[in-house]
């Protein structure tokens, strides 16, 4: 096992002239994560009873809102623990994706919950029921201080794509308990419940939209899409204008991690000779112009590749 580990770390070194990307991240405060969890969690339950007890669908909302937010924040620490990881011999590439799955699959739960809210909103809005307005307010109150104290903890670890997804879930819900204070207040002082159902909607349409935003670019990171910073096209017509590169073919570029773009290629080039020559002007001009440091590149003569 031992000599295992060994050759694993020898294959997973970086040597001179290699990128320095490290397969894994580092830094990032987990303890962060298990307070915003433990706070999240808690109050959570706190909105629940009180929601069903005042009979309040945006308080109910919200409290299933920081229920969600709390499995987001279990599967984004989850994540992270697993994202440092270093390298195996089964998983080269490390666990750094795992941040991203954990985000789409929160993204995914935020419109399941979406649906719910607005469902109940809807049935509410035919056959209003009574809102106990004060236990609202208070309850609600309380609740936007807890959200405003977690988003100001998550805030401080922006480099994470789960931990911004994380954010924006807690940030949602941070409006959704504006809005429990606006129906809270309003049922109070006027005795008009619509307002709980309205508010409802209105709340879950923010949400929708920054959930879309999280879900889509977790996507595209998962499939390996270009990184959005990056034009493909323009890689393929640099890298073909590099004095002794013929033409460019089966070119590949995608986020290694989060901010971490890698890209792999073969060039067909006059003389093998001159590739040491090539590939430092190619890694100057991709690091210059495209901010890409890890490279692997193939070089190939004319009679030996197929170009497209």
């Given at each position: 096992?031992?000599?295992?580990?060994?050759?694993?770390?020898?294959?997973?070194?970086?040597?001179?002239?290699?990128?320095?990307?490290?397969?894994?991240?580092?830094?990032?405060?987990?303890?962060?994560?298990?307070?915003?969890?433990?706070?999240?969690?808690?109050?959570?339950?706190?909105?629940?009873?009180?929601?069903?007890?005042?009979?309040?669908?945006?308080?109910?909302?919200?409290?299933?809102?920081?229920?969600?937010?709390?499995?987001?924040?279990?599967?984004?620490?989850?994540?992270?623990?697993?994202?440092?990881?270093?390298?195996?011999?089964?998983?080269?590439?490390?666990?750094?994706?795992?941040?991203?799955?954990?985000?789409?699959?929160?993204?995914?739960?935020?419109?399941?919950?979406?649906?719910?809210?607005?469902?109940?909103?809807?049935?509410?809005?035919?056959?209003?029921?009574?809102?106990?307005?004060?236990?609202?307010?208070?309850?609600?109150?309380?609740?936007?201080?807890?959200?405003?104290?977690?988003?100001?903890?998550?805030?401080?670890?922006?480099?994470?794509?789960?931990?911004?997804?994380?954010?924006?879930?807690?940030?949602?819900?941070?409006?959704?308990?504006?809005?429990?204070?606006?129906?809270?207040?309003?049922?109070?002082?006027?005795?008009?419940?619509?307002?709980?159902?309205?508010?409802?909607?209105?709340?879950?349409?923010?949400?929708?939209?920054?959930?879309?935003?999280?879900?889509?670019?977790?996507?595209?990171?998962?499939?390996?899409?270009?990184?959005?910073?990056?034009?493909?096209?323009?890689?393929?017509?640099?890298?073909?204008?590099?004095?002794?590169?013929?033409?460019?073919?089966?070119?590949?570029?995608?986020?290694?991690?989060?901010?971490?773009?890698?890209?792999?290629?073969?060039?067909?080039?006059d003389d093998l000779n001159a590739w040491p020559d090539v590939l430092r002007a190619v890694k100057y001009m991709l690091l210059d112009k495209h901010g890409i440091d890890h490279v692997t590149l193939q070089p190939e003569l004319r009679d030996c590749s197929d170009t497209l």
């Amino acid at each position: 096992m031992s000599d295992q580990a060994g050759s694993s770390a020898h294959l997973h070194a970086h040597l001179d002239g290699d990128a320095r990307h490290a397969h894994t991240i580092e830094g990032r405060s987990q303890w962060a994560m298990a307070i915003a969890l433990g706070l999240t969690l808690l109050y959570a339950l706190v909105e629940a009873v009180s929601g069903f007890l005042s009979n309040s669908l945006a308080l109910i909302s919200d409290a299933g809102h920081m229920v969600t937010d709390a499995a987001a924040l279990g599967l984004a620490l989850l994540a992270q623990l697993i994202a440092r990881r270093p390298p195996s011999a089964r998983h080269s590439f490390g666990f750094v994706r795992a941040e991203a799955l954990a985000a789409f699959v929160n993204s995914l739960a935020m419109l399941l919950l979406v649906g719910w809210i607005v469902y109940e909103a809807v049935q509410r809005l035919a056959h209003p029921e009574h809102v106990g307005g004060k236990t609202v307010l208070i309850v609600a109150a309380i609740g936007a201080c807890i959200n405003i104290a977690v988003a100001w903890v998550l805030s401080r670890d922006e480099q994470s794509i789960n931990t911004r997804a994380a954010l924006v879930n807690v940030l949602g819900d941070l409006l959704g308990s504006i809005a429990a204070i606006a129906a809270g207040a309003v049922i109070h002082f006027t005795g008009w419940v619509r307002i709980d159902p309205i508010l409802s909607i209105f709340v879950s349409l923010l949400i929708l939209k920054s959930t879309v935003s999280v879900l889509r670019e977790s996507y595209h990171f998962l499939m390996e899409g270009v990184p959005h910073q990056i034009d493909y096209l323009k890689i393929g017509a640099d890298l073909a204008g590099i004095p002794g590169v013929r033409s460019v073919h089966d070119l590949h570029v995608w986020d290694m991690s989060p901010g971490e773009p890698a890209l792999i290629g073969h060039l067909e080039i006059d003389d093998l000779n001159a590739w040491p020559d090539v590939l430092r002007a190619v890694k100057y001009m991709l690091l210059d112009k495209h901010g890409i440091d890890h490279v692997t590149l193939q070089p190939e003569l004319r009679d030996c590749s197929d170009t497209l």
